[in-house]
């Protein structure tokens, strides 16, 4: 028998070689091949990235984890210095017929950053999200993008695609919870502040291991941005710092042992790369719990120099995720 030690460090770096999942779940139904598409000059409907749809049935209140694996988004026309691709990509679910989901219902959350080329050729979405089904049936969940630059005019074309092999797989684990940052929470992040946000109080199930996600959608405020206000040019852009915290709880909510905390993740959001969404995964054994009942998970999101940083929430059209947070016990 392989030491639970050793098999939770594989565990952990399967997950972080997957996209921050254990290498346990199923597969996609279908993995896609090249999908060329235009872009738009400003951000039009989703397109649906073919072969990554899975279906499935589920029971009402079931949970399935969902996350991309192999994708990524890259320019077919040739671009220089200034041709700033956005690219927002999606886990979208519906109903297997295609029809939607109750209007409130979340449908799926999404990945966002711009192309900066000519140094960037390809950018690469990473998506997590828990679809739980809102009644007993049968679903269709997929990948989806849309690409969009204030550059297309007089005439001007550019083509991208997600290069083959792109797939969604699907898994069950234990004790799945989701949790989205409401709109009201949307915040502008000062240089040299630290946001605690995404707080979620997550109770384990049975297994030896927890998956913490939290993903948050940034954005720089530039000088003059619609967004946000503050930006000037000062600064060509934000540094900004992002980690997991989870504390163990008792069951009335104090503090049970010591903090833990995630690596530390670095990200260079220049104006030129407008946002970023900012992913972040931990990793538990029960055993770091020490007996305490669940565990208040939460997301730090640093300003470390530069322009105001906006810190997205609620929902994009369609009931999309911004902001958000996963974790399972597997």
């Given at each position: 028998?392989?030491?639970?030690?050793i098999r939770s460090m594989v565990i952990a770096f399967l997950s972080l070689v997957g996209g921050g999942v254990p290498a346990l779940a199923?597969?996609?139904?279908?993995?896609?091949?090249?999908?060329?598409?235009?872009?738009?000059?400003?951000?039009?409907?989703?397109?649906?990235?073919?072969?990554?749809?899975?279906?499935?049935?589920?029971?009402?209140?079931?949970?399935?984890?969902?996350?991309?694996?192999?994708?990524?988004?890259?320019?077919?026309?040739?671009?220089?210095?200034?041709?700033?691709?956005?690219?927002?990509?999606?886990?979208?679910?519906?109903?297997?017929?295609?029809?939607?989901?109750?209007?409130?219902a979340e449908a799926g959350a999404y990945w966002a950053a711009n192309l900066v080329p000519p140094g960037e050729k390809s950018v690469v979405?990473?998506?997590?999200?828990?679809?739980?089904?809102?009644?007993?049936?049968?679903?269709?969940?997929?990948?989806?993008?849309?690409?969009?630059?204030?550059?297309?005019?007089?005439?001007?074309?550019?083509?991208?695609?997600?290069?083959?092999?792109?797939?969604?797989?699907?898994?069950?684990?234990?004790?799945?919870?989701?949790?989205?940052?409401?709109?009201?929470?949307?915040?502008?992040?000062?240089?040299?502040?630290?946001?605690?946000?995404?707080?979620?109080?997550?109770?384990?199930?049975?297994?030896?291991?927890?998956?913490?996600?939290?993903?948050?959608?940034?954005?720089?405020?530039?000088?003059?941005?619609?967004?946000?206000?503050?930006?000037?040019?000062?600064?060509?852009?934000?540094?900004?710092?992002?980690?997991?915290?989870?504390?163990?709880?008792?069951?009335?909510?104090?503090?049970?042992?010591?903090?833990?905390?995630?690596?530390?993740?670095?990200?260079?959001?220049?104006?030129?790369?407008?946002?970023?969404?900012?992913?972040?995964?931990?990793?538990?054994?029960?055993?770091?719990?020490?007996?305490?009942?669940?565990?208040?998970?939460?997301?730090?999101?640093?300003?470390?120099?530069?322009?105001?940083?906006?810190?997205?929430?609620?929902?994009?059209?369609?009931?999309?995720?911004?902001?958000?947070?996963?974790?399972?016990?597997?």
């Amino acid at each position: 028998m392989v030491p639970k030690r050793i098999r939770s460090m594989v565990i952990a770096f399967l997950s972080l070689v997957g996209g921050g999942v254990p290498a346990l779940a199923a597969p996609a139904s279908a993995v896609s091949s090249t999908f060329e598409y235009e872009v738009t000059r400003n951000a039009a409907p989703y397109r649906d990235i073919p072969g990554t749809d899975v279906v499935f049935t589920a029971v009402a209140g079931e949970q399935s984890y969902l996350w991309s694996r192999n994708l990524s988004v890259a320019t077919v026309t040739a671009l220089g210095a200034g041709d700033n691709i956005g690219s927002t990509v999606a886990v979208r679910c519906s109903h297997a017929d295609g029809g939607a989901l109750p209007s409130d219902a979340e449908a799926g959350a999404y990945w966002a950053a711009n192309l900066v080329p000519p140094g960037e050729k390809s950018v690469v979405p990473a998506l997590r999200w828990v679809f739980t089904a809102p009644t007993t049936g049968t679903y269709d969940c997929r990948l989806s993008v849309t690409s969009y630059s204030s550059i297309i005019q007089n005439g001007r074309t550019v083509t991208m695609q997600v290069p083959a092999g792109a797939e969604l797989a699907r898994g069950t684990y234990a004790a799945t919870a989701r949790w989205t940052l409401p709109a009201v929470s949307t915040a502008v992040i000062e240089q040299g502040s630290t946001q605690t946000t995404l707080g979620y109080t997550y109770t384990p199930g049975d297994g030896d291991d927890i998956t913490v996600v939290q993903d948050a959608a940034l954005s720089t405020c530039a000088p003059g941005s619609t967004i946000c206000a503050g930006g000037t040019t000062d600064y060509t852009g934000t540094q900004a710092e992002t980690w997991i915290v989870a504390q163990p709880q008792n069951p009335d909510g104090t503090k049970c042992g010591s903090a833990i905390n995630g690596a530390v993740a670095k990200w260079n959001i220049s104006t030129a790369k407008h946002h970023q969404t900012a992913t972040n995964v931990l990793h538990l054994s029960m055993s770091q719990l020490g007996g305490c009942a669940g565990v208040r998970v939460s997301l730090k999101v640093r300003n470390v120099e530069g322009n105001p940083l906006n810190l997205h929430a609620g929902h994009a059209m369609g009931q999309i995720a911004a902001t958000h947070g996963v974790a399972f016990t597997h």
